[in-house]
T-cell receptor
Framework: AQSVTQPDIHITVSEGASLELRCNYSYGATPYLFWYVQSPGQGLQLLLKYFSGDTLVQGIKGFEAEFKRSQSSFNLRKPSVHWSDAAEYFC????????????FGKGTKLSVKP | EAQVTQNPRYLITVTGKKLTVTCSQN?????MSWYRQDPGLGLRQIYYSMNVEVTDKGDVPEGYKVSRKEKRNFPLILESPSPNQTSLYFCASSLELGHEAFFGQGTRLTVV
């Protein structure tokens, strides 16, 4: 069965430090891959997506993610975290095309220390 | 502005009292879905719709109903709510199944 794993439930980083949030998926073929962010009291906003092509994708708010087929991973990175990045981050996958629904990981909550 | 609108944002109700949460999108998307979000469980899909009059169960459909009579609207119906349906609910729409989803602001439901 398809699954998405975000191994870190909660991460705390200092403002200005770099960030990497991990995401691993279990699926036979290369799926469509997404990262969403949820600020407190808000809905989910798309940060970036990968369908095909260049494995390093750029998103909004200075985020990027790298697809690594050999590791079935799609980790989210940011070189310098801002206090406003404190939120919950969700990785999601879909089989691709009209083949199936989005499947979400359980999320990683990011706290930012001043 | 492209958006998904849910109403109400907050709702407290009593066990067994039927309720409807509305969802509307203005992007002419064919695919719409409902999720519930619970601590430690992430987002779980309740129902989805691939087009008008086409709906199907997601991962946790028990206790819920949906309808899709118009392309823009996808209401979630709880015929007889129970306390285990206390949750944060999100409606989402996308151009195609499996593509990026646009989410509403959420409805926090409490069933007492």
């Amino acid at each position: 069965a398809q699954s998405v794993t975000q191994p870190d439930i909660h991460i705390t980083v200092s403002e200005g430090a770099s960030l990497e949030l991990r995401c691993n998926y279990s699926y036979g073929a290369t799926p469509y891959l997404f990262w969403y962010v949820q600020s407190p009291g808000q809905g989910l906003q798309l940060l970036l997506k990968y369908f095909s092509g260049d494995t390093l994708v750029q998103g909004i708010k200075g985020f990027e993610a790298e697809f690594k087929r050999s590791q079935s991973s799609f980790n989210l990175r940011k070189p310098s975290v801002h206090w406003s990045d404190a939120a919950e981050y969700f990785c999601a996958v879909a089989p691709g095309g009209s083949q199936g629904n989005l499947i979400f990981g359980k999320g990683t909550k990011l706290s930012v220390k001043p | 502005e492209a958006q998904v609108t849910q109403n109400p944002r907050y709702l407290i109700t009593v066990t067994g009292k039927k309720l409807t949460v509305t969802c509307s999108q203005n992007m002419n998307h064919e695919y719409m879905s409902w999720y519930r979000q619970d601590p430690g469980l992430g987002l779980r899909q309740i129902y989805y719709s691939m087009n008008v009059e086409v709906t199907d169960k997601g991962d946790v459909p028990e206790g819920y109903k949906v309808s899709r009579k118009e392309k823009r609207n996808f209401p979630l119906i709880l015929e007889s709510p129970s306390p285990n349906q206390t949750s944060l609910y999100f409606c989402a729409s996308s151009l195609e199944l499996g593509h990026e989803a646009f989410f509403g602001q959420g409805t926090r439901l409490t069933v007492v």
